[in-house]
């Protein structure tokens, strides 16, 4: 059937074509104008949060890590430094098979598994255009090869840095410690301004004094692409380094010190009880520091750890020991100043002291007694007796009160972290550890050092230089500081300091027995013999293990983990002292046998310049004059009393031409220091600082 055709509308079909195409430019129109409007936001009302950004994603801070401070000591000497070395980075993006790579370099560099594995964990945590570090010390010989293949490996770049050194290994481990890696606690305490900091003090002085050695981090300004890639610096902000630091210890002092330990082992500390300043303290055995600052291997640490001597272990503020007899001293100044005794009180010395009803005894250590007793002979000889009697008249009240003034059981105060404060024996101690009362016999025990005592060797030359300068100064070990190489020394506030006795004679009758104790008689005298200076001092015994009954212990026949301790405490010169000292040897027997030989080779060092066998002083124009003394004034020998001892001459010493590095004055002696003996003595010379 035929269909017929719908004629077409032309009219109609314009029409339509106009609808649609007004329809069209109306919407393009609309978006054309939302686009504009869009871009006018963008430009003009947002451009400042857009500038911003864009500054930001084209200019980045870089921080800028400053220059840790340096430490010397007294004279001048780096004690820790900072030295360029250099390590190897690999930027990963570079470097087109990673295991090829670092198998080539390790047949021309020592790579530790613990190297790989390291910088393996480091390259997944960073972007693959930054560089990571495979190995931090890279030595002279290792640089020399490297060089020669470095063609072999791109990707792989030497880059120069300052790190830590300490130039003399493990002479001063446990006084200025050492830096290591930042950590995650270390991170969360510095905070974010000093996040790119790498090494932080971790012990000693580095960890004491942290805060002023490390300095202020700067950063500067780095024009980066679209990937973050440097381009150029555009501006920086300097860093401001850390600050100096100047000790009073004097490294020459420091090796006659170890030198006299010999083998061995054991804690000792010397001061100016004039100033309250550590001349030079040792813990031994030691260790060397420059292991932990960039990461110690397995293997060190292990030994350092299975050593049974642990020489990690800082005797000075950690290590408590009984002090024995070197604590009757103070215990005597103590029945002095409290009206229980007077100088020339005597009391009877029969070989063995017994309580009212008691059985057991309490030896002296003549076993035969010592005959009548006043205090400068029981400092002489050491009659135990005396003090047995003495601090059972006290009461252990009072005799708290007293030791605890003289400063222990409380940390001395010296610029070093974690110092404990020991062990005070007194009834409330020993019922919070033991649960147990106090019975007159720990009275007895304690009298003589022994018992519950633990004192460091801090506390004990704290208390004898008290005795020797008539005033108990807190120790300390930074002299100076200074914010820059070119800025002045600014010294170091002085700690506080108190009268150890409210009179005079007193003191002087504790001074003479300690001075008789090292004469002809005296229990340290072998020590002393020879010397061309009068010194005082006590030694003492502290036991390990406790006797049966009566009977004594030769600690000679015992293994040397067991033997007792041999302690040493005195000063010189007598009449004018300039050096306190306080030793502690472990499994050394006797201290008069022990510990006095360390003391007087100490002394000889400091005042004489008289170094230990084999020893010779640092500096080579110093020769063999004394270390710490330029010149004893006078002009000749002085005359000293010390009771029954033998008349000593001190000669005139010659001056010392040191190498001081912006020395300080000498503090004055405090006024009002009680006088050592009736003779007026010379003036102090003054050390140089």
């Known amino acids: 059937m035929y269909m017929r055709r719908q004629a077409k509308n032309p009219h109609a079909e314009a029409e339509q074509f106009r609808r649609r195409a007004a329809l069209g430019f109306l919407g393009v129109l609309v978006c054309l104008f939302g686009l504009g409007g869009w871009y006018f936001k963008l430009q003009v009302m947002d451009h400042d949060i857009y500038a911003t950004r864009s ?19 007294r004279n001048g000497r780096l004690l820790a430094e900072n030295v360029p070395a250099f390590r190897l980075d ?60 470095r063609w072999r490996f791109p990707g792989v770049e030497l880059e120069p840095y300052l790190t830590r050194r300490y130039p003399y290994g493990d002479l001063f481990a446990h006084i200025i410690g050492y830096v290591g890696r930042v950590d995650d606690k270390d991170l969360e305490m510095l905070g974010e301004g000093n996040a790119a900091l790498t090494h932080i003090g971790k ?9 002023q050695l490390r300095g202020k981090v700067g950063y500067e300004q780095v024009e980066t692409n679209v990937q973050g890639r440097a381009i150029r610096t555009i501006g920086r902000v300097a860093a401001q380094s850390g600050s100096d630091l100047r000790l009073s210890i004097d490294a020459d002092l420091q090796r006659a010190m170890v030198a006299a330990f010999g083998e061995f082992e054991g804690a000792a500390v010397a001061m100016d009880p004039r100033t309250g300043e550590v001349l030079a303290m040792v813990s031994l055995p030691s260790y060397d520091p420059n292991l932990f600052v960039n990461g110690i291997s397995h293997a060190d640490f292990k030994a350092l750890n299975d050593n049974p001597s642990r020489p990690q272990f800082n005797r000075l503020v950690l290590g408590g020991v009984a ?34 009803g008691t059985s057991r005894g309490w030896g002296d250590a003549n076993r035969g007694g010592h005959g ?103 120790p300390h070990l930074v002299m100076q500081q200074r914010a820059g190489f070119d800025a002045d020394w600014t010294a170091t506030p002085a700690g506080e300091s108190k009268p150890i ?21 005296g229990s340290g005298a072998r020590a002393a013999a020879g010397a061309p200076y009068v010194m005082a001092g006590k030694t003492g015994t502290a036991q390990v293990i406790s006797r049966r009954g009566t009977a004594a212990v030769n600690p000679r026949s015992l293994p040397m983990h067991l033997r007792h301790r041999a302690l040493f405490v005195g000063f010189a010169p007598a009449d004018n002292p300039v050096i306190a000292v306080a030793i502690a040897v472990e499994g050394g027997g006797y201290g008069g046998s022990a510990a006095a030989p360390i003391a007087r080779k100490i002394f000889d060092a400091w005042l004489l310049g008289k170094m230990p066998d ?59 220091a009680p006088v050592p003996s009736a003779t007026p003595p010379p003036t102090a010379p003054e050390r140089p600082r």
């Open 55 to 73: 500054e930001a994603n084209r200019i980045k801070p870089r921080p800028v890590v400053p220059g840790r401070g340096m430490i010397y000591d």
């Open 323 to 356: 002090p024995g007899s070197t604590i009757k001293p103070l215990i005597g100044l103590a029945g002095l100043d409290s009206g229980v005794r007077k100088p020339e009180d005597k009391i009877l010395s029969t070989g063995m002291f017994y309580l009212p």
């Open 614 to 672: 084999g020893l010779e002083p640092l500096d080579s124009e110093r020769g063999t004059t004394a270390i710490g003394i330029t010149a004893f004034d006078g002009g000749g020998a002085t005359a000293r009393d010390a009771g029954d001892a033998a008349v000593a001459a001190l000669e005139l010493l010659p001056v010392v031409v040191g190498v001081p590095a912006a020395p300080a004055p000498s503090p004055a002696p405090a006024p009002g």
């Open 203 to 211: 012990s000693g002085l580095e960890r004491y004094y942290e805060q």
């Open 90 to 149: 690999i930027t990963p993006d570079k470097v087109k098979d990673m295991d090829a790579t670092l198998a080539g370099l390790s047949k021309i560099l020592a790579l530790s598994p613990e190297d790989i594995e390291t910088f393996n964990k480091s390259r997944k945590a960073r972007r693959s255009f930054l560089p990571v570090t495979l190995k931090l010390r890279v030595t002279d010989e290792e640089m020399a090869r490297f060089a020669v293949d």
């Open 501 to 521: 006795s409210p009179t005079p004679s007193n003191l002087q009758a504790v001074r003479e027995g300690m001075m008789g104790t090292m004469q002809p008689g």
């Open 372 to 474: 009548w007793t006043d205090l400068r002979k029981s400092i002489t000889q050491s009659v135990n007796t005396y003090y047995y009697k003495l601090a059972l008249d006290l009461g252990i009240d009072r005799f708290d009160h007293y030791m605890g003034y003289y400063g222990f059981g409380a940390p001395t105060g010296i610029d070093l972290t974690g110092e404990i404060g020991g062990i005070l024996p007194s009834p409330a101690a020993k019922y919070k550890s033991r649960k147990e009362r106090w019975y007159p016999g720990d009275t007895v025990n304690v009298s003589i050092g022994q018992g519950d005592w633990k004192v460091t060797p801090l506390q004990l030359v704290h208390g004898v230089a008290g005795i020797a300068d008539g005033q108990l100064r807190q």
